[in-house]
């Protein structure tokens, strides 16, 4: 027997001693861990089990390991004979180990140990987590956030951004479902103040807290070039006085017990010297070297480190800044979740990071955001993402395999990320193994999905706040044959064969589902093969009260909007607001006319009538009549479905449209009257703040669209009047007459179309709107392509491409399509729903019919492309979502 200790796997336990004999059955505690030695396969007696479970029992003990004993999961069944309990499987108690960093050190034992002799390989090793009520809890998640904008000495500009950067960053961090931390704030507060609450915050800590430090402030040199944090009784001339210096904080940090720590440094730098003093040549906050030193674990980001300095009358500069890009950046990711850069589920540090300098460079904000990790040893997460955790390319393949044994291994596969450490990605485990548990049409791979996850327990609604761990709970031993679980095998290709095992490792999660989609691929294609192009890759169904009239998509296609039939011609629709990916419902609330998603899909506006509602008969038809009242315009985040304003002043219904920039909500009244009366557009910021007033329209909006970078808007009212508005000024920059809605504008802003159904079109030039062409015979306007070089028309269900340059044919699409039309984002493929009905895919180059999606029972009424093109979202009146794969 090999002498593995300090070199198979060099585990790092305290040690206690034990017997290298079997002793009886052991006791569970808190801190163990179970390895589950069974055949692999049926050439393997139980005897060899036996040893080898000895040898590994040995040579852990050898290693370091504190307690080593045998374990048996209750009595064993009436009549069951000894060597039929080994070959079932031989369980090994680890004990006086921690659940999370010493799991994968056993797992990576078990796997050099298994390699380093072939005998070793005749045997399975499975490391089973322990019981749900003995996974220990994490360490409290903290945040203390300063800011500091106002300033005694008049030499230190004010800073408008510190506490709005505050505000926004204190409620997403603080948001249960996104960063769970405890938020603490600090506003305007004095040096000393600022110094006991800093040393507060890192005293008697444990090492799993994880902690967030935040300042937003003044960054100052002093004479020998150390920096020091600007506190509201700050003096420029007395800075080791009344500033808090870096090396402060740096030490508290050192000195505390926590091993996950963060720092945030969103400062202005332009007083980085103190006053009257000659700048150092080097114009750099040197902050690698302020904060480096002997702890753990400490990852510092810095929204700058120039330090751009101006002088004037031997003081600072007196100015004003606006809101930091920077937290913007920060805030912006989390929201939205778009900092989950690897779509685990999770966002750490290194990614949030990566998404705020990519938003701070595209910005042009003149910034260079920089990042330090001293002695990091793994991700610090910092939030769960609202966007669900995408499985692994491979484990979807295999999971939409028509091949039993391809769908055998991904269960495998996704007991190993259930058992991860990587929260999204075992809630999307979860997900997915429940839904092959009670769905899957193999018996074996719903029996395999039962066993991985447990069959008495079921997620709960409520998504578990970060500072309670997923749960995991073996399951009793079944006569029932499972799948393997974590298994630690060297050199095992997926897909090469599949085996029925004795035991397994099941697990409970509790919490919400993550992915639930019906992953299932009908051509049945290996293990390492795409899917095919234009092959469904999932679907989602809702429980939507009574039938659906019509259903919205998110841009991003992460959310639904599910109207249902109003019960009369003058009612309201009935709507609910979905997570497509966790099928629960968001809000539920009513809908008289558009409503209108962010374009990052983090927001959602509605409105709804509040007059008097009645029914005439109109040529024998019902017709609802809709008298006195308003219409009111309310705005909902889609995460939490939480309502953020709530807008009056709309005569007949509301035009909503959000700017590109997910900051400006644009409402307009609707109602077309015989008299004009003035119905000026109002833009407001998401939360109802009324940010401006744009006069001059004497007759309801019926069309608005705002240019690509946000900076025009394009109205057009009933009677032809058209107006082209500058964002900034606030001012109309030209009026159109004769200028019929509907309104596109082509995506480089240079093309705006204009003209109402059945009748000529409008081409004209931005940014003055002057006529170009009047299109007469070519049929309706039905949109530009992604980048701008063509437009498309329908006539009689055919779609043309048109040059816009020469306005002569591109292509012509085959078939008859009903509009609109969807581009996917790199204009390569056009979606629409032909004709009969069903959703096709045609090359944009040729024209050519490349794929038809079939899979819905109602109508198609919303379809979109994910953000990196891979994925079409199809949904309908069957209150379902689909997805097709649809990568070039």
């Not at 106002?150 to 603080?174: C, F, H, K, M, N």
């Not at 966007?387 to 039993?404: F, K, M, Q, W, Y």
Request: hydrophobic share 40%.
């Amino acid at each position: 027997m090999a002498d593995v200790s300090g070199r198979a796997a060099g585990l790092k336990f305290d040690r206690s001693g034990g017997s290298h004999q079997w002793s009886g059955v052991a006791m569970r505690d808190e801190n163990s861990l179970s390895l589950r030695i069974t055949a692999a396969g049926a050439d393997v007696d139980a005897s060899e089990v036996e040893e080898l479970a000895l040898q590994l029992r040995q040579d852990l003990l050898a290693s370091g390991a504190p307690r080593v004993e045998r374990d048996t999961e209750g009595p064993a069944p009436a009549g069951t004979r000894s060597a039929e309990l080994i070959v079932a499987g031989i369980s090994l108690l680890v004990g006086g180990v921690s659940f999370g960093a010493d799991a994968a050190q056993l797992t990576d034992f078990v796997k050099r140990w298994r390699a380093e002799q072939p005998s070793r390989q005749r045997v399975d090793v499975a490391v089973v987590a322990p019981p749900a009520a003995a996974v220990p809890r994490s360490g409290r998640r903290s945040a203390l956030l300063v800011a500091n904008g106002a300033y005694l000495d008049r030499g230190l500009s004010r800073l408008r951004s510190p506490t709005v950067d505050v505000q926004a960053l204190a409620e997403v961090l603080g948001e249960p479902d996104i960063g769970g931390f405890e938020v603490e704030t600090l506003v305007d507060a004095d040096e000393a103040v600022v110094r006991r609450r800093v040393a507060a915050f890192f005293a008697d800590r444990a090492s799993d807290d994880v902690l967030l430090l935040h300042f937003s402030c003044h960054g100052l040199k002093d004479q020998r070039g150390r920096l020091h944090l600007a506190a509201a009784d700050t003096e420029l001339d007395s800075l080791a006085a009344t500033a808090l210096p870096a090396s402060f904080v740096s030490e508290r940090m050192n000195e505390s017990e926590s091993r996950s720590v963060l720092l945030i440094l969103d400062c202005c730098y332009s007083g980085a010297f103190a006053r009257d003093l000659s700048p150092r040549a080097d114009r750099t906050v040197h902050v690698a070297e302020e904060f480096q030193g002997g702890g753990t674990g400490r990852t510092v980001l810095t929204a700058s480190s120039a330090t751009e300095y101006s002088f004037e009358s031997g003081g600072l500069t007196s100015y004003e800044v606006s809101p930091s890009f920077f937290t913007e950046a920060l805030v912006n990711g989390l929201r939205t979740g778009e900092a989950d850069l690897d779509h685990d589920g999770d966002i750490a540090a290194d990614e949030l990071f990566e998404y705020a300098s990519r938003r701070v460079r595209d910005a042009q904000a003149g910034q260079v955001p920089r990042r330090w990790n001293f002695n990091v040893t793994g991700p610090l997460v910092v939030a769960r993402s609202v966007r669900p955790a995408l499985l692994p390319d491979e484990i979807r393949v295999d999971l939409g395999s028509g091949r039993t044994v391809l769908r055998l291994e991904a269960v495998k596969e996704l007991a190993k990320l259930l058992y991860g450490s990587r929260e999204g990605y075992r809630r999307a485990a979860h997900a997915a193994l429940l839904h092959l548990s009670d769905h899957d049409d193999s018996h074996e791979v719903r029996t395999a999905a039962q066993s991985a996850l447990g069959t008495t327990h079921r997620p709960t609604q409520a998504r578990p706040p970060l500072t309670t761990p997923l749960p995991a709970t073996p399951p009793p031993a079944t006569a029932q044959p499972p799948a393997r679980p974590v298994q630690a095998t060297p050199g095992r290709r997926r897909g090469v064969r599949s085996r029925v095992l004795a035991v397994g490792l099941a697990m409970t999660l509790a919490g919400t589902a993550g992915l639930v989609w019906q992953l299932r691929r009908p051509d049945g294609g290996p293990s390492n093969a795409k899917p095919v192009f234009g092959s469904s890759t999932g679907s989602q169904s809702f429980d939507h009260d009574g039938p659906v009239e019509t259903a919205n998509l998110s841009p991003d296609g992460h959310w639904l909007i599910a109207l249902s039939q109003a019960p009369s011609q003058s009612a309201t629709h009935p709507a609910r607001l979905w997570n497509v990916s966790t099928k629960k419902s968001v809000a539920t609330f009513d809908v008289d006319g558009e409503s209108a998603f962010s374009p990052d899909g983090t927001m959602v506006a509605t409105s709804v009538f509040t007059g008097q509602r009645d029914v005439a008969t109109v040529d024998n038809q019902p017709l609802g009549l809709l008298t006195g009242g308003d219409t009111l315009v309310e705005t909902r985040e889609t995460a939490t479905g939480r309502k953020l304003a709530t807008i009056s002043g709309h005569q007949g219904g509301a035009r909503v449209l959000f700017s590109p920039d997910n900051k400006t909500l644009a409402t307009a009244s609707t109602m077309a009257g015989d008299e004009d009366y003035d119905a000026p557009i109002r833009l407001w910021s998401p939360s109802g703040k009324l940010l401006a007033t744009l006069p001059g329209h004497r007759n309801g909006i019926q069309s608005m669209v705002f240019s690509a970078d946000g900076r025009t808007l394009v109205s057009s009212a009933a009677g032809g009047i058209t107006k082209i508005w500058d964002i900034a000024t606030r001012k109309s920059t030209a009026t159109l007459t004769k200028a019929w809605f509907p309104l596109w504008l082509s995506p480089d802003g240079k093309t705006l179309a204009n003209g109402p159904s059945g009748q000529a079109f409008q081409l004209r030039a931005m940014p003055l709107g002057k006529l170009t062409a009047t299109v007469k015979d070519d049929g309706e306007f039905a949109g530009f392509t992604p980048d701008s070089s063509a437009y498309l028309t329908e006539a009689d269900g055919r779609i043309r491409l048109w040059n816009r340059t020469f306005r002569d044919t591109r292509i012509t699409l085959s078939g008859r399509v009903r509009t609109p039309v969807v581009f996917s984002k790199d204009g390569r493929t056009v979606a629409a729903v032909s004709e009969e009905g069903t959703t096709k895919l045609w090359d944009a180059t040729t024209g050519e019919i490349v794929a038809t999606l079939t899979g819905h029972t109602g109508t198609v009424t919303d379809m979109t492309f994910s953000p990196d093109g891979q994925t079409l979202f199809t949904t309908g009146t069957d209150a379902t979502v689909r997805q097709w794969y649809v990568h070039n």
